[in-house]
Nanobody
Framework: QVQLVESGGGLVQAGASLRLSCAAS????????MAWFRQAPGKEREYVAD????????YYADPVKGRFTISRDNAKNTVYLQMNSLKPEDTGVYYC???????????????WGQGTQVTVSS
């Protein structure tokens, strides 16, 4: 069993930065790929980025490439999403997720966090 708890969301103006955190607990975390998804109002949940607990390989969706950075702190069992140059279209609920594969589909996600709201005003 893996539990994921997100934090760090909020209301910011366009161009600002936020850092989201995902505290993970459970067994064999190293077996999982950690990912961030987001869901804007009225839209489907979309993949944002992922990182493996072991190794440094990362993946970013095109809309966030160059602005967002995913990282992890193994000692703290925490995954971060640093979001810079935020745009109004980045608004949504951001979810932390754990999967056994890279770029997992919704059905392949093993565990979800509860989500944290990010709102970017223009």
């Amino acid at each position: 069993q893996v539990q994921l708890v997100e934090s760090g969301g909020g209301l910011v103006q366009a161009g600002a930065s936020l850092r989201l955190s995902c505290a993970a607990s459970g067994r064999t975390l190293s077996a999982y790929v950690m990912a961030w998804f987001r869901q804007a109002p009225g839209k489907e949940r979309e993949y944002v980025a992922d990182i493996m607990w072991s190794g440094s390989s990362t993946y970013y969706a095109d809309p966030v490439k160059g602005r967002f950075t995913i990282s992890r702190d193994n000692a703290k069992n925490t995954v971060y999403l640093q979001m810079n140059s935020l745009k109004p279209e980045d608004t949504g609920v951001y979810y932390c997720a754990a999967a056994h594969v890279r770029r997992a589909t919704m059905r392949q996600i093993a565990y979800w966090g509860q989500g944290t709201q990010v709102t970017v005003s223009s």
